[in-house]
């Protein structure tokens, strides 16, 4: 099985599209009283249905190609909520704070910018080269400065409705906001309220559905671009006008087990 990137292989913005989270919750209502009880499980989703009208060309031949090499439901592709608009305060790039040796964090990642008098490699780097990225085993010391590498899962065995990262700014009020998505461990999340860094660069964040399983110490977080795995559930199926000009329909659902 091989999962491939839809927004790099194909590159076409659908025309309308529905996105779902499918809730793994039953009601039971008693038939004498008619009183409601609820029970959620493990297994929510993500489900989408995407349509792309009036294709042609090589918009066309390319999703033509893509929904064939998917084979039905044997391999994945990396989506999207296309109406997706991110409101936090995480910045857009990769490296967020500018840090001098000595104020470095154990078990943080970071990236070499200058090296100064600081021999990075006592630290956990593998050379003293600007762009060499490490995660930090002491604080260090010299005139050296590195930025830090995107956010990550800091510690292994979560489970619940709430992730802890660190990796971010020291400090940033409404870092996520409430509507925010964030991707790691082959999950797609949805921040549920508003969370900030507090002065260590760490953050709670609240998220939905819950985690499927617990993700490992460190796994990268991806909230520029976050994806979900996806299997396309409907036939690769178009119609076809005059002139080459066609309409696609791809209906997926989220991957629990990925």
């Not at 990075?120 to 995660?135: K, L, Y």
């Not at 110490?217 to 299997?231: C, Q, R, S």
């Amino acid at each position: 099985m091989t999962t491939y990137n839809f927004a790099t292989e194909v590159g076409v913005t659908p025309t309308t599209q529905t996105w779902e989270l499918v809730t793994n919750t039953k009601m039971f209502q008693s038939p004498l009283t008619n009183a409601v009880q609820t029970q959620t499980r493990k297994g929510s989703y993500w489900k989408t249905t995407a349509t792309f009208n009036n294709l042609q060309g090589a918009d066309r031949a390319k999703m033509q190609a893509f929904l064939a090499k998917l084979d039905g439901q044997v391999h994945r592709m990396y989506f999207t909520d296309y109406g997706y608009n991110r409101s936090g305060n995480a910045p857009s790039g990769d490296s967020v704070t500018s840090l001098t040796a000595g104020s470095l964090v154990i078990g943080i990642t970071y990236k070499i910018t200058f090296v100064g008098t600081t021999d990075f490699t006592a630290i956990g780097a593998s050379s003293n080269t600007v762009g060499v990225v490490f995660q930090a085993t002491g604080a260090g010391t010299g005139t050296g400065t590195v930025v830090t590498v995107g956010i990550q899962v800091k510690g292994a065995s979560q489970t619940g409705s709430s992730l802890i990262a660190d990796g971010a700014d020291l400090t940033n009020t409404d870092y996520f906001k409430a509507g925010d998505y964030i991707a790691f461990n082959n999950e797609f999340h949805i921040v549920t309220a508003d969370c900030s860094t507090d002065g260590l660069g760490e953050i709670t964040i609240p998220i939905a559905p819950p985690l499927r399983k617990s993700p490992d110490d460190n796994d990268p977080i991806n909230f520029v671009t976050p994806l979900a795995v996806m299997i396309v559930m409907s036939t690769a199926s178009w119609d076809t006008r005059p002139g080459r000009v066609s309409n696609f329909t791809i209906e997926a659902i989220e991957d629990v087990l990925a």
